[in-house]
């Protein structure tokens, strides 16, 4: 079975600063892991992947996140928050189970970014 | 606009009374899903459907149907709402193989009333 822990509910940061979005999983596979961002009243957006390619990944605007296997960890990083990054993070592993590949959602993480 | 288009967007139901969401993408995607989303809870998966003419359960199925009635539309039934089911209703839909990731509607809110 697979799951996700998203280690804090709510994250407020300034302007400026940097961000972490914290977010630890569990899969008997080699995992598929997304983060997607939900604005409010919005659909979700995809803001990067990680497929067992490259463990650092690079998504838009300019948040990133790396896979450390020893650590079951994929937290989202970005140098510096901007107002607009304020939303709802989910970090979401997918399971290929040979007929179809399934997602499971974390909780999420609702980023504050203040003045 | 390629993407997956839901309808409706809202939606306001009495308890006992039945509506079908639908859900239709134009991407030639194999797979399409119906999640909920309830505040603290994430979304949660409560059907899918790997390929046409196939369907499956996901974590949440009790009081919903579901029909694949072609490669592109996948719609979800309630056939007697009840409060419980007051949610916003998402759907998404991805093709084949590890690195495709997911496209979501915009989303339906229904509530029951």
């Known amino acids: 079975a697979q799951s996700v822990t998203q280690l804090d509910s709510h994250v407020s940061v300034s302007e400026g600063t940097p961000v972490l979005l914290r977010c630890n999983y569990s899969?008997?596979?080699?995992?598929?892991l997304f983060w997607y961002v939900q604005h409010p009243n919005k659909g979700l957006q995809l803001l990067l992947k990680?497929?067992?390619?490259?463990?650092l990944v690079k998504g838009i605007n300019g948040f990133e996140a790396e896979f450390k296997k020893s650590e079951t960890s994929f937290h989202l990083t970005k140098p510096s928050a901007h107002m607009s990054d304020a939303a709802e993070y989910f970090c979401?592993?997918?399971?290929?189970?040979?007929?179809?590949?399934?997602?499971?959602f974390g909780t999420g993480t609702r980023l504050q970014v203040t003045l | 606009n390629a993407g997956v288009t839901q309808t409706p967007k809202f939606q306001v139901l009495k308890t006992g009374q039945s509506m079908t969401l639908q859900c239709a993408q134009d991407?030639?995607?194999?797979?399409m899903y119906w999640y909920r989303q309830d505040p603290g809870m994430g979304l949660r998966l409560i059907y899918y459907s790997a390929s046409e003419g196939t369907t499956d359960k996901g974590e949440v199925p009790n009081g919903y149907n579901v029909s694949r009635l072609n490669k592109r539309e996948f719609s979800l039934r309630l056939e007697s709402a009840a409060p419980s089911q007051t949610s916003v209703y998402f759907c998404a839909s991805t093709g084949t193989g590890r690195w495709h990731g997911y496209t979501f509607g915009s989303g339906t809110r229904l509530t029951v009333v």
């Open positions: 899969s008997s596979y080699s995992p598929s």
């Open positions: 991407m030639n995607h194999n797979s």
């Open positions: 990680y497929t067992s390619a490259a463990t």
């Open positions: 979401v592993v997918s399971i290929n189970t040979g007929t179809a590949s399934k997602l499971t």
